[in-house]
């Protein structure tokens, strides 16, 4: 028997059929991407959110070709402090770098979660494999629509230093396989019209451009199950 994977819409505890039902969410890093990611920063729940307890995955490890995915801890502020200290990552999603202080803080929050019942937050710190180093982030916070859906929204961001040379669109690709293999419906991204270096790692991603536009940004989303 098929045993598929998919999130369930019942409150208050949903397992997988068939995956690890882990622990519990951790929180983003740079937010400005999406509303979703702003909604983390702001530690709100959406309206529209229903209730996403049921979803339980946590950001484990996740291993590609050349990069590992590590969930986000409180302690890597102080690494990723050198990463994100740059006025040009801010340039198309607004915003400044955090100081130490605020992105400790920001991190501390985000590890603790969302306080009232919603969406789950989920980061991971990019590292080479190689060398172990922190070079970005990659986020999704996960809702359960009022149809029911449930979606991730996803956002990514690499340190200057290591643009160019496709860890974008490699830790964006494992992070969607990731979403798929955890049940999630709809993945969703939102990218303003003259980022084409986020538009390209949309695509690499399998994320399509939708006619849908939200605050200056277009709406690409891969729509999982239909
Ligand atoms: C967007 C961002 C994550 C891309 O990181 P990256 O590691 O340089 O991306 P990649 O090297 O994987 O490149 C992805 C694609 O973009 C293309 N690309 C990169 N820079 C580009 C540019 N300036 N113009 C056009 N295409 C560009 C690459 O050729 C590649 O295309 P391909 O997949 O067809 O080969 C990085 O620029 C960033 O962190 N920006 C600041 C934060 C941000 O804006 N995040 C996105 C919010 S939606």
Redesign the pocket.
């Given at each position: 028997m098929t045993r598929r994977r998919r999130i369930s819409t019942l409150c208050p505890e949903v397992v997988f059929d068939g995956g690890t039902a882990a622990d519990g969410p951790t929180g983003t890093t740079?937010g400005?991407?999406?509303r979703r990611a702003r909604s983390q920063m702001a530690s709100e729940a959406p309206a529209r959110t229903r209730c996403m307890t049921g979803f339980q995955g946590t950001s484990e490890t996740i291993v590609t070709q050349r990069l590992t995915l590590t969930g986000l801890t409180a302690q890597d502020a102080d690494e990723m402090l050198e990463v994100l200290n740059d006025e040009?990552?801010?340039?198309?999603?607004g915003g400044r770098p955090d100081t130490l202080i605020e992105l400790r803080d920001r991190y501390r929050r985000f590890v603790a979660g969302p306080t009232e019942p919603g969406d789950v937050w989920l980061n991971w710190i990019v590292r080479l494999t190689h060398e172990g180093a922190a070079i970005?982030t990659v986020q999704a916070t996960v809702s359960m629509r009022s149809d029911a859906r449930s979606v991730a929204n996803v956002?990514?961001?690499?340190?200057t230093a290591?643009?160019?040379?496709?860890?974008?669109?490699?830790a964006a690709r494992a992070l969607v396989d990731w979403l798929r293999a955890h049940g999630v419906d709809d993945v969703v991204?939102?990218?303003?019209a003259d980022?084409?270096?986020?538009?390209?790692?949309a695509?690499?991603s399998g994320l399509h451009p939708t006619d849908e536009h939200i605050d200056g940004?277009r709406v690409w989303r891969l729509i999982i199950h239909a």
């Open positions: 740079l400005q991407a999406t040009r990552l801010h340039v198309f999603t970005g956002a990514w961001v690499i340190g290591w643009q160019g040379r496709g860890y974008a669109g490699e991204a939102h990218v303003r980022h084409q270096a986020s538009i390209a790692v695509r690499r940004e």
